[in-house]
Structures are given as structure tokens and as C-alpha cells.
């Protein structure tokens, strides 16, 4: 039976309205899809962001914590210097307190040529020589000249030889004004020279008690693994 015009376009719009349906549908779940895809994609995203950041601010905090205890520990060592400064130059004020004592040392006789009496005798134990020239205060050359028999002889007495010594009455320390007294011994036309003044044994005395020194101005230093 042939279908009419009527039916044929009522089949038609049927189909068309089917295919529309469908597309739509199909549309709608694209759409659905695409939406669901976007929203996991911008979560990942915002997440990945949230991470980058919270890594930037906490790199940040640690280079500043660094940064702090870089600071700090500069200013301690600055505080730790600004200490042993003022230390050393407390030390060295009473070590130069000293020196300018050394003047009174040669005021009492009796004790100034004992002391001359020591200096002289070791200087002759260093040397071993048996020519020796000592130089002296211009003032002290008569006190030097009265202890030299005391000297020769101790000198002799351990030795077993015998020495001459003269005192230089040409070459005075006339200039030399920061020598507060003591003597210069010299052998072998002056090669060879021991420093027995007061200033040298000042020196030498005070850099062998520096630590005795220290201890006792400013205590024990808990850190100091060694007294030198």
C-alpha cells in the first residue's frame, strides 16, 4: 500500500525529531563530560599553583632564617672580637704601665746592682765567649764595673774558664731614651749580641706569663684547650 504525502512527511518530521533528540542528548553529555574534564583540570591546577606557592614561601622562610642566623652569628663574633680587644688592650696598658715603672727599678742602689749582678752573669752563660764587651747607661757604668768581679767569678766557678770583660765607655745610650737600664752584652766584635736590658726582660717575662696574665685579670677561658 503506498503511503501518501501526509505520511511520508509525518515519517519524516518523526525521524527528524528522533535524530534532533539525539544529537541534543549527545550534546548534552559532551557538554557534561567537558565540564567535568574542565572542573578536574582547573582543580589540578589550582592545586599544582597552591603547591608552587607554598614551596616559594617556604623557601623564602628558610633563606630567611639563614639569613638570621648569618647575622647573628656575625654579630657575635663581632661582640666575641670587641671582648678580646678590649682584653688585649688592657693587658697591654698594664704591660706598658710596667715599662714606665722601669725607672724606679735603677733608684735603689743596693737592689739595681744585684740585678745587674744576675743580668750580667747569665749574659756571660749565653755567650760561652771568652772576650766580652758590655754597654751600659753612661750613668750606670760605675755600678757595672763594681759587680764585674762577682760575675767573672761565678762565671769561673761553673765553667772552668776564664773570660774578659770590659765595659764600652765610647758608645753610651746616651740617645737611646726609652732604655730604662740593664746591659747589652757583645762577642766576637759585636756578631754576636745578648739583650739583657730591662725592657728586654720585661718582654720576655711578660710573654711567658701572658696566660698566668690573662687567668688572672679576666678567669679561667672555659674554651682554651691549652695555657699557651
Not at 518530521?13 to 563530560?33: L, T
Not at 633563606?63 to 647575622?71: D, G, H, S, Y
Not at 746592682?113 to 764587651?133: A, D, M, N, P, W
Not at 772552668?160 to 730604662?180: A, R
Amino acid at each position: 500500500m503506498a503511503l501518501s504525502d501526509a505520511d511520508v512527511q509525518k515519517q519524516i518530521k518523526h525521524m527528524m525529531a528522533f535524530i534532533d533528540q539525539e544529537a541534543n542528548e549527545k550534546a548534552e553529555e559532551i557538554d557534561a563530560k567537558a565540564e567535568e574534564e574542565f572542573n578536574i583540570e582547573k582543580g589540578r591546577l589550582v592545586q599544582q599553583q597552591r603547591v608552587k606557592i607554598m614551596e616559594y614561601y617556604e623557601k623564602k622562610e628558610k633563606n630567611l632564617e639563614l639569613q638570621k642566623k648569618i647575622q647573628n652569628s656575625n654579630l657575635l663574633n663581632q661582640a666575641r672580637l670587641r671582648v678580646l680587644k678590649a682584653r688585649e688592650d688592657h693587658v697591654e696598658s698594664l704591660l706598658e704601665e710596667a715599662r714606665m715603672r722601669l725607672g724606679t727599678v735603677t733608684k735603689d742602689t743596693i737592689k739595681y746592682s744585684k740585678l745587674l749582678e744576675g743580668l750580667i752573669t747569665q749574659g756571660l752563660f749565653q755567650l760561652l765567649e771568652s772576650v766580652v764587651v758590655i754597654q751600659t747607661r753612661r750613668q750606670d757604668t760605675a755600678l757595672v764595673e763594681s759587680v764585674l768581679p762577682q760575675c767573672i767569678e761565678a762565671y769561673k766557678k761553673e765553667t772552668k774558664k776564664s773570660v774578659d770583660v770590659s765595659v764600652d765607655k765610647e758608645n753610651f745610650w746616651t740617645i737611646m731614651s726609652d732604655i730604662s737600664g740593664g746591659v747589652v752584652l757583645l762577642a766576637q766584635r759585636g756578631k754576636i749580641r745578648v739583650e739583657n736590658t730591662l725592657e728586654s726582660r720585661l718582654e720576655l717575662i711578660s710573654k711567658q706569663m701572658l696566660p698566668e696574665i690573662r687567668e688572672a685579670l679576666f678567669g679561667i677561658n672555659p674554651n682554651r684547650k691549652f695555657s699557651d
